[in-house]
């Protein structure tokens, strides 16, 4: 780490423990706090044709917006005829995708994240609305929070089977390790009642786990085109990365290679697990991704948990099976009690200093 990043690091760490007395949290952690209210921005999909859309095209549309029992997907529609009294206004974005047919659609994150980047730009057919609505890895990520997992650490693959290897292990032993040490505050009365949260105390228990998607899966590439928009450098870079995913589909900063490391890891846990200080979704650290679903239905479920270990089920690329790194009794108590130290400090001041601390780790490590 280099000395003026070491220092930023330092003053931002200051800052955030100098206001952290200011705060009041609300007992209910983070990650449920999440799933029960925090709604998803809406993607923004602009469809352009010229005249009268054809039945199939209308189809796919209605698709994009559809409700079915509750399940439906947080995107927005408009339609945009080039025909039409409004295609001078939109001439010269219509050029500037560059297409050569009609219908076309763009979409985009929602336009109050600030974020300018298509998401996609291409012509409107089945196979894509099919992508964009859905895949096997998101459909994975609410099952995992329907049977009662906290959050879901994805981690896209660089295509380096040593590197991303590395990073799986790395990842999923600190997963497992903070599943046994990391405890959710006790909900108060006050909470209950006031309808911040719907389950009980008995009901509300911490479960991380970790999946893998390639960046070469083409059932996953709108997905993961979706995380590497998360910040705006990240599609440039071929580093394994790492995507805390909780709640209603929000994605929190990315972990990117030599970042993917215990203090991060546990940085990011710690604040999922903490009290959610700020009930307001976009003062916290985060952006959401696109899915079809039921977040209500989803959230009233008891979460029957088994006993599967916290990796993902999918192999790594290589035949040898990774090395478990054994701790000694003596290691674990020490790293038990750091844990424990810093999530207390944690449930006693708030979680705000901890998510300017983690955003600053984020940055040295990206950085360094």
């Known amino acids: 780490m280099r000395p003026a990043r070491y220092s930023v690091f330092l003053i931002i760490l200051f800052a955030a423990f100098s206001f952290a007395d200011s705060v009041r949290a609300c007992s209910v952690p983070v990650f449920r706090y999440a799933l029960e209210h925090w709604t998803p921005d809406a993607y923004e999909a602009l469809v352009f044709h010229r005249g009268e859309l054809d039945a199939d095209s209308q189809a796919l549309i209605k698709r994009l917006t559809r409700e079915e029992s509750g399940t439906r997907a947080n995107v927005s529609v408009m339609t945009i005829d080039l025909a039409g009294d409004q295609a001078a206004k939109w001439q010269p974005v219509w050029k500037s995708f560059k297409a050569d047919k009609l219908p076309w659609i763009a979409v985009r994150p929602a336009p109050r994240t600030g974020i300018t980047t298509l998401l996609t730009s291409e012509a409107l057919t089945e196979g894509l609305v099919d992508h964009l609505l859905d895949s096997p890895a998101r459909r994975d990520y609410r099952a995992r929070l329907a049977a009662g997992d906290s959050a879901v650490w994805i981690l896209v693959e660089s295509g380096n089977a040593e590197a991303d290897n590395a990073a799986a292990t790395a990842l999923d032993q600190r997963i497992n390790y903070l599943n046994s040490v990391l405890k959710v505050p006790e909900l108060s009365d006050e909470d209950v009642a006031n309808g911040l949260v719907s389950i009980s105390s008995d009901d509300l228990k911490l479960q991380f786990s970790t999946l893998r998607v390639s960046r070469a899966d083409a059932a996953e590439r709108l997905f993961v085109k979706m995380l590497l928009g998360v910040e705006s450098d990240l599609g440039e870079l071929n580093d394994p990365m790492v995507f805390p995913v909780f709640g209603q589909g929000r994605a929190l900063y990315a972990l990117v290679g030599a970042g993917i490391n215990d203090e991060t890891i546990d940085m990011a846990g ?47 690329q290589n035949s040898g099976a990774p090395e478990m790194v054994k701790i000694s009794a003596v290691e674990s108590e020490e790293l038990e009690d750091e844990v424990g130290e810093v999530q207390g400090t944690g449930r006693r001041f708030g979680i705000v200093p901890f998510i300017l601390l983690f955003a600053s780790l984020v940055f040295v490590f990206r950085k360094a």
Do not use: H, Y
Not at 274 to 290: A, H, M, R, T, Y
Not at 297 to 312: C, N, T
């Open 270 to 316: 710690i604040f999922l697990s903490g009290k959610c200080s700020c009930e307001v979704k976009e003062e916290n650290p985060g952006l959401d991704l696109l899915m079809t679903a039921n977040w209500k239905q989803i959230s009233k479920l008891p979460g029957k948990r088994d006993q599967r270990p916290a990796q993902s089920d999918s192999k790594p």
